[in-house]
């Protein structure tokens, strides 16, 4: 009878983990082997597409920012619909009608015209 070294013995759990992706299976991380160069224009723009989209999770997610001294926060419509902007204190100033990626369309109504506002999310400044 010959004695087996280095033998893991795996539960059924353990397997079904590592069947499902769950656990890697020789504990290897998502590592390529190599060094990332984080000046590519590749890492650039990851890091810009990141910087865009955390911008814009905070002006969805309703943080207030600064404009002119003044704060303003985004309040989102009923059933997901777009919202309007209002200041610190609650009033309404502005319905938004487009949110892109780094561009917020705004308008309201001054004295029967239709003002457009148009937000550049970076240039803004939030308030933590």
């Known amino acids: 009878m010959t004695k087996l070294t280095n033998v893991v013995v795996l539960d059924e759990k353990a397997l079904l983990a590592i069947a499902n992706g769950e656990k890697k299976f020789d ?7 190599r060094p990332v160069n984080k000046k590519s224009a590749r890492q650039t723009r990851l890091a810009k ?5 955390s911008l814009n999770d905070k ?3 309703g943080i207030q920012f600064k404009i002119n001294n003044q704060t303003y926060k985004y309040s989102q419509g009923d059933n997901g619909d777009l919202g309007c902007i209002v200041d610190g204190i609650g009033f309404h100033q502005c319905n938004v009608s487009y949110i892109g990626r ?4 705004c308008y309201s109504f001054t004295l029967g015209k239709k003002v457009n506002v148009e937000l550049n999310l970076k240039t803004l400044e939030f308030v933590s």
């Open 59 to 61: 002006f969805k997610s």
């Open 102 to 105: 780094t561009k917020v369309k």
């Open 49 to 53: 597409q990141a910087l865009y989209a």
């Open 27 to 33: 504990n290897r991380l998502n590592n390529t082997g």
